[in-house]
């Protein structure tokens, strides 16, 4: 199973969905283009306390992490 997560002022939220299930996937890609056309921020986990931006949705990714633009003050 992959994971989006989604993080939030009310904590996060997971969305899981399998890699082979074609409407699965296409209702994960749906959400990675919602929620980056809200200004999120899509990373990747690349190794242990590391991450990566992602520009494009990527189906094998196991965990895609989304968090909200911050605004300075």
Do not use: C, K, W
């Not at 989006?4 to 904590?11: L, N």
């Amino acid at each position: 199973m992959a994971t989006q997560i989604v993080m939030d002022h009310t904590g996060d939220t997971r969305h899981e969905f399998d890699p082979e299930n074609a409407e699965a996937v296409a209702r994960a890609e749906r959400r990675f283009r919602e929620l980056t056309g809200l200004g999120f921020t899509a990373a990747v986990r690349t190794a242990p306390g590391e991450v990566s931006r992602i520009r494009s949705f990527d189906p094998t990714a196991h965990e895609t992490l989304f968090y909200p633009r911050l605004v300075g003050g």
